[in-house]
């Protein structure tokens, strides 16, 4: 499949934008953190038609933006240039910034970017939506983000202090909560119409200052994963407007709820027909061999739906993070939900995810994990009903950080769908990450241990 946009792309966006001063040029990288240039507009066109260099090395950064050992993409290959293209129709405005700015997603080519290609997030979405394609089966996924708004001055205060209106408790579902934030969501819903993001329904979740707003369901599954990643950088650009922080660590405070990515996720044939449909609440067969997978899976695909220290602080009792690779029907205590509602409208909420995974990384493992199921016609077993905490006869989640990384960097699931070029280096960033981390002594090791041992 050709995913290289036309230069044409270029031609018109600038046409019909002659103010812009800046081009933004942006590749995820494994953390899901946005890293490039910014161009001037005449540089655009021959982005699109040569692509741009960049040095092997940005494919396998650590969240803090340093070199990782054992990669195979720095010193081994003398940290080359790999070349990197646009994503088509991802060039737009960037309506919260002062100067007139646009945005441009890119992607390491998958020949041209070499060795660094097999690293690219999107690019392995692209390799396991396509291996669904090829059985005729088409992803339609929507992408749900948790955040939390806070003070602008919590970059730099511990703890963090939320924005929060009606006070300092939780006010779930409260509209007056979303109606005191009118200015920013007034500005955030007009620059998702700016740049094309179906941004829908506003809810004030658990947490105070814990917000999320649904994007619509994609019949095209890179496309949704496309306007999630863009949708994150949106959010952030509006509330530092508004003199806000929107933060999407997955645990920012110890007594209140974690914030996850829930990614739905429906098959539908080549005629759009979604095959999970039918009138039993509990879906298809296909449906159950699907959610089969994911839990067969899941332990495996841990490091992607949970890849930062911070993101194992999210799964506890009780808090709306599952602990069991289980599934049920209407059912939030659960890691694979099915909805209730009308029959054509049967899909699966996989609700593993914290808020800080790479969208891309996450929707590919759950992905894989479907098409494991279905392959293999993985029998789920009854849906839990009731408490999923209270689950005796599951193998719990791997809620350890290195023992996840090393369960996925051991995997022959995740070389399978992956490649084992990926997993390597994946698993030796996060390898990278856990030991600096481990190594850090943080203030609750002083305050335990320095007068105590």
């Given at each position: 499949?050709?995913?290289?946009?036309s230069p044409a792309e270029a031609r018109e966006f600038l046409a019909r934008n002659s103010d812009i001063r800046h081009v933004q040029m942006m590749l995820t990288d494994h953390n899901g953190v946005l890293r490039g240039k910014s161009l001037r507009p005449a540089e655009l066109e021959a982005l699109y038609?040569?692509?741009?260099?960049?040095?092997?090395?940005?494919?396998?950064?650590?969240?803090?933006?340093?070199?990782?050992?054992?990669?195979?993409?720095?010193?081994?290959?003398?940290?080359?240039?790999?070349?990197?293209?646009?994503?088509?129709?991802?060039?737009?405005?960037?309506?919260?910034?002062?100067?007139?700015?646009?945005?441009?997603?890119?992607?390491?080519?998958?020949?041209?970017?070499?060795?660094?290609?097999?690293?690219?997030?999107?690019?392995?979405?692209?390799?396991?939506?396509?291996?669904?394609?090829?059985?005729?089966?088409?992803?339609?996924?929507?992408?749900?983000?948790?955040?939390?708004?806070?003070?602008?001055?919590?970059?730099?205060?511990?703890?963090?202090?939320?924005?929060?209106?009606?006070?300092?408790?939780?006010?779930?579902?409260?509209?007056?909560?979303?109606?005191?934030?009118?200015?920013?969501?007034?500005?955030?819903?007009?620059?998702?119409?700016?740049?094309?993001?179906?941004?829908?329904?506003?809810?004030?979740?658990?947490?105070?200052?814990?917000?999320?707003?649904?994007?619509?369901?994609?019949?095209?599954?890179?496309?949704?994963?496309?306007?999630?990643?863009?949708?994150?950088?949106?959010?952030?650009?509006?509330?530092?407007?508004?003199?806000?922080?929107?933060?999407?660590?997955?645990?920012?405070?110890?007594?209140?709820?974690?914030?996850?990515?829930?990614?739905?996720?429906?098959?539908?044939?080549?005629?759009?027909h979604n095959l999970f449909a039918h009138d039993d609440p509990a879906g298809t067969m296909l449906l159950r061999h699907a959610v089969g997978g994911m839990a067969e899976t899941a332990a495996d695909m841990m490091a992607l739906f949970a890849p930062h220290a911070n993101s194992?602080?999210?799964?506890?009792?009780?808090?709306?993070?599952?602990?069991?690779?289980?599934?049920?029907?209407?059912?939030?205590?659960?890691?694979?939900?099915?909805?209730?509602?009308?029959?054509?409208?049967?899909?699966?909420?996989?609700?593993?995810?914290?808020?800080?995974?790479?969208?891309?990384?996450?929707?590919?493992?759950?992905?894989?994990?479907?098409?494991?199921?279905?392959?293999?016609?993985?029998?789920?077993?009854?849906?839990?009903?009731?408490?999923?905490?209270?689950?005796?006869?599951?193998?719990?989640?791997?809620?350890?950080?290195?023992?996840?990384?090393?369960?996925?960097?051991?995997?022959?699931?995740?070389?399978?769908?992956?490649?084992?070029?990926?997993?390597?280096?994946?698993?030796?960033?996060?390898?990278?990450?856990?030991?600096?981390?481990?190594?850090?002594?943080?203030?609750?090791?002083?305050?335990?241990?320095?007068?105590?041992?």
């Amino acid at each position: 499949m050709n995913h290289r946009a036309s230069p044409a792309e270029a031609r018109e966006f600038l046409a019909r934008n002659s103010d812009i001063r800046h081009v933004q040029m942006m590749l995820t990288d494994h953390n899901g953190v946005l890293r490039g240039k910014s161009l001037r507009p005449a540089e655009l066109e021959a982005l699109y038609e040569r692509g741009r260099p960049l040095p092997s090395s940005i494919a396998a950064l650590t969240l803090s933006g340093e070199d990782a050992e054992n990669t195979g993409l720095l010193w081994e290959v003398g940290d080359m240039d790999c070349l990197a293209f646009p994503v088509p129709g991802t060039l737009m405005r960037c309506p919260w910034l002062a100067a007139p700015t646009a945005q441009v997603l890119i992607m390491l080519d998958p020949e041209l970017g070499m060795p660094s290609a097999a690293a690219d997030p999107r690019l392995v979405a692209i390799r396991v939506i396509e291996r669904l394609k090829k059985q005729r089966l088409n992803p339609v996924m929507a992408v749900e983000l948790e955040f939390y708004l806070l003070e602008g001055s919590s970059a730099r205060s511990r703890p963090p202090v939320p924005v929060a209106p009606r006070g300092q408790h939780p006010h779930v579902y409260s509209i007056d909560e979303v109606e005191a934030l009118a200015p920013f969501f007034d500005d955030l819903y007009r620059a998702c119409d700016v740049q094309g993001l179906p941004a829908e329904t506003a809810i004030s979740e658990f947490g105070p200052g814990q917000l999320e707003i649904t994007l619509t369901h994609r019949a095209d599954a890179l496309q949704a994963l496309d306007e999630a990643t863009l949708y994150r950088r949106l959010v952030k650009g509006v509330a530092a407007r508004h003199g806000f922080l929107a933060c999407f660590m997955a645990k920012p405070f110890g007594g209140h709820a974690g914030s996850g990515t829930h990614l739905h996720l429906s098959l539908v044939d080549e005629q759009g027909h979604n095959l999970f449909a039918h009138d039993d609440p509990a879906g298809t067969m296909l449906l159950r061999h699907a959610v089969g997978g994911m839990a067969e899976t899941a332990a495996d695909m841990m490091a992607l739906f949970a890849p930062h220290a911070n993101s194992y602080r999210r799964f506890c009792a009780n808090s709306y993070a599952p602990l069991f690779p289980t599934w049920g029907i209407n059912n939030r205590t659960v890691s694979m939900r099915v909805p209730t509602g009308p029959a054509e409208t049967r899909h699966v909420e996989h609700r593993i995810c914290g808020a800080d995974a790479n969208a891309y990384l996450a929707a590919a493992a759950v992905l894989a994990g479907a098409d494991h199921g279905i392959d293999r016609e993985i029998d789920p077993g009854a849906p839990v009903a009731g408490d999923g905490y209270q689950v005796t006869d599951a193998p719990p989640l791997p809620v350890h950080w290195p023992l996840a990384i090393e369960r996925f960097a051991q995997s022959p699931l995740t070389r399978e769908y992956f490649g084992k070029r990926f997993v390597d280096i994946y698993s030796a960033v996060k390898r990278s990450e856990s030991q600096r981390y481990l190594g850090e002594i943080s203030n609750q090791d002083y305050d335990w241990y320095l007068q105590t041992v």
